[in-house]
């Protein structure tokens, strides 16, 4: 029977880019999808496939507090993803390699609420640094 304790909780996730922790980033979605070739080969009656390119997304929100991705504009960038939770069986980190931003939010502010930012992005390459391992 699983455990309860040690399923994460995304509370203790951070996000750094280029090293520098964004405290203010609340949530991080990332997610390769690879296009598949279908074959129709002889002697079978089942579609098979081949590997083709990857392709990476994400979205990366919290609240807005410096100017660094205006001024960061559309130059590529490393982010480290951790995720991490006091009980878990400890903590992940994969790196997002080679981060472009889709489109940079100039302005988007409403008087009397905080100002949310979200930047969508594509990214080159992954690599998962710690992975999270059951004892």
């Known amino acids: 029977m699983l455990d309860a304790s040690k399923v994460i909780l995304g509370t203790y ?3 750094h880019i280029d090293g520098v922790w ?5 949530k991080l979605e990332a997610s390769v999808e690879i296009e598949k070739r279908e074959l129709n080969l002889t002697g079978t009656d089942w579609k098979v496939h081949k590997n083709g390119a990857k392709k990476g997304t994400g979205t990366m929100s919290g609240y807005k507090v410096t100017s660094d991705m205006i001024r960061r504009g559309f130059q590529k960038f490393d982010i480290i993803s951790k995720l991490d939770d006091p009980e878990s ?3 992940e980190r994969v790196r997002l390699i080679r981060c472009m931003p889709d489109k940079i939010q100039l302005a988007n502010w409403t008087a009397g609420e905080e100002v949310a930012e979200e930047t969508t992005f594509t990214f080159e390459g992954y690599e998962l640094v710690d992975p999270i391992r059951a004892n």
């Open 22 to 26: 964004q405290s203010h980033i609340n």
């Open 13 to 15: 996730g951070q996000l």
């Open 89 to 91: 069986y400890g903590h």
